[in-house]
């Protein structure tokens, strides 16, 4: 029997109608004769809701006790799903992240999936059952809970596709699947019948967060089939897979933005062999993602290197870089004001002016460009926060994007 995994966020369980609306389609799945494991997020806001009270606590909460925190979310709304099931005359096991044998390593808070131990869940599936895991957790080889980062049930998901040799997996979620840009901006913004996995990447990477960006690395590794789509309606969505033919291939395919960047610049940093890997080994050491770096040209023997990162990580940068700054004998400034704005798209590479086009759209809309990075396939400008929107509705008419009126 085929095994299908799919997998429902917040919005999609946010209250107990909904969860009742996901077990009926979870039960019809698994009536029209496939094996079901269905990965499910914590209900609505309430992760959130957890980290505020965590906030009101402590200044700063331990992490291993934010996880454990944080991995009740998810249970809560696997045993509710289960439940439900049950009420429709099926059976169902839930399982935490620990049962479900996702193994990770021991970073809390953004923990890698190292290993999936199937045995219970091929078990569970192989006697009838509906297999319902809670998604975003693992156990660390010490045997403490661990979270997989925001976002992190859309990894469980690929993660148990790919242990279990799934001939797809579905992520069920509160858009019609993948947009040209975030549909709660761009009000035009059309949905993606296909998307390949190099671009999908590109677009998780610069913030589209409709799918968690390990989950499309996993995605692509393990060769697993994505179809993105909405849980309230019946219409296809969005598939993510190797690129092929029928694709669009378009010059710019998405813009996709984020507003939570810091930015951090190191000022008179000595110009020589060795620093920047010193400054940049210590960041990683503290497992700090850093994303856009530029450094000056150099004066008088030294320069200055700024780069951005996630707001989530900038006490962990600050930390760092204080642990440092004195031997190197530099001072840094942060701006907490950042976003980025990106064009992502396939058919860029063999495509000149594209990059023109973008800067010249965005002097138009009186957006001033800080930082700038590509790949052959995207190019993001770092700006002010406050001007992402208006970055983002500039170009996404700029490269018409826009589905026809
Ligand atoms: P879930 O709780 O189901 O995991 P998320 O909130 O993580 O849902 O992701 C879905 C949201 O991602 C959408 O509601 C939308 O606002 C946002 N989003 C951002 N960029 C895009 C995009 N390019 N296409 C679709 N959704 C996007
Ligand atoms: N509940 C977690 C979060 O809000 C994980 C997830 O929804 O995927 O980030
Ligand atoms: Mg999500």
Same mark, same amino acid.
């Given at each position: 029997?085929?095994? /299908? ?30 094996? =079901? ?38 249970? *809560? ?9 049950? +009420?429709?005359?099926?059976? $169902? ?13 021991? &970073?809390?808070?953004?923990?890698? /999936?190292?290993? *999936?131990?199937?045995?219970? !869940?091929?078990? +569970?599936?192989? @006697?009838?059952?509906? &297999? ?27 993660? !148990?596709? $790919? ?21 709660? /901006? ?8 296909? =998307?390949?996995?190099? +671009? ?6 610069? #913030?589209?967060?409709?799918?968690? !960006? ?9 060769? &697993? ?5 909405? @849980? ?10 190797? +690129? ?6 378009? *010059? ?11 930015? !951090?610049?190191?000022?008179? *940093?000595?110009?020589?062999? #060795?620093?920047?890997?010193? =400054?940049? #080994? ?37 930390? $760092? ?22 064009? =992502? ?61």
């Amino acid at each position: 029997m085929p095994i /299908i995994v799919q997998k429902y966020g917040g919005t999609s369980v946010g209250d107990t109608e909904c969860i009742k609306n996901v077990a009926r389609r979870i039960v019809a799945e698994h009536d029209a004769g496939n094996q =079901v494991v269905a990965v499910v997020s914590a209900m609505g806001d309430s992760t959130d809701e957890l980290l505020k009270m965590a906030h009101e606590i402590a200044t700063d909460p331990p992490e291993r006790e934010l996880d454990m925190l944080l991995s009740t979310g998810e249970r *809560v709304s696997v045993a509710l799903l289960a439940m439900a099931i049950h +009420e429709l005359g099926r059976t $169902a096991i839930s399982l935490s992240g620990n049962q479900a044998g996702i193994q990770t390593n021991t &970073v809390h808070m953004k923990a890698r /999936i190292t290993g *999936v131990e199937t045995g219970r !869940l091929i078990e +569970e599936l192989e @006697s009838g059952k509906i &297999v319902l895991v809670a998604g975003f957790q693992g156990v660390s080889p010490v045997e403490d809970v661990t979270t997989l980062g925001r976002g992190g049930s859309d990894t469980t998901a690929v993660a !148990l596709a $790919a242990a279990l040799g799934a001939k797809l997996c579905e992520i069920f979620t509160d858009v019609d699947g993948v947009y040209t840009a975030d549909p709660g /901006i761009v009000s035009d913004a059309r949905k993606i019948d296909a =998307v390949s996995y190099g +671009e999908m990447l590109e677009m998780a990477a610069t #913030g589209a967060e409709v799918l968690m !960006l390990r989950s499309v690395e996993y995605a692509q590794k393990y060769g &697993v089939p994505l179809h993105v789509r909405s @849980s309230f309606t019946d219409q296809p969505g969005t598939w993510i897979r190797e +690129e092929d033919e029928k694709m669009e291939k378009a *010059v710019v395919s998405a813009v996709t933005h984020t507003n939570d960047e810091s930015k !951090l610049t190191l000022l008179r *940093v000595p110009d020589r062999p #060795g620093v920047a890997a010193t =400054v940049f #080994g210590a960041l990683a050491a503290a497992d700090v993602n850093v994303d856009t770096i530029i450094q000056n040209v150099s004066e008088q023997g030294t320069t200055d290197i700024s780069f951005t990162v996630n707001q989530s990580d900038l006490p962990g940068a600050q930390k $760092a870089l204080q642990a440092i700054a004195g031997n190197l004998g530099v001072a840094f400034l942060i701006d907490n004001d950042m976003g980025k704005v990106s064009i =992502v798209g396939a058919g860029m590479k063999s495509y000149p002016g594209v990059a023109a086009k973008m800067f010249g759209t965005l002097a138009s809309a009186g957006v001033n460009i800080e930082m700038i990075s590509t790949s052959s396939i995207k190019i993001s400008c770092v700006i002010k926060r406050g001007q992402v929107e208006k970055a983002v509705r500039a170009l996404h008419q700029a490269f018409n994007l826009a589905k026809p009126a």
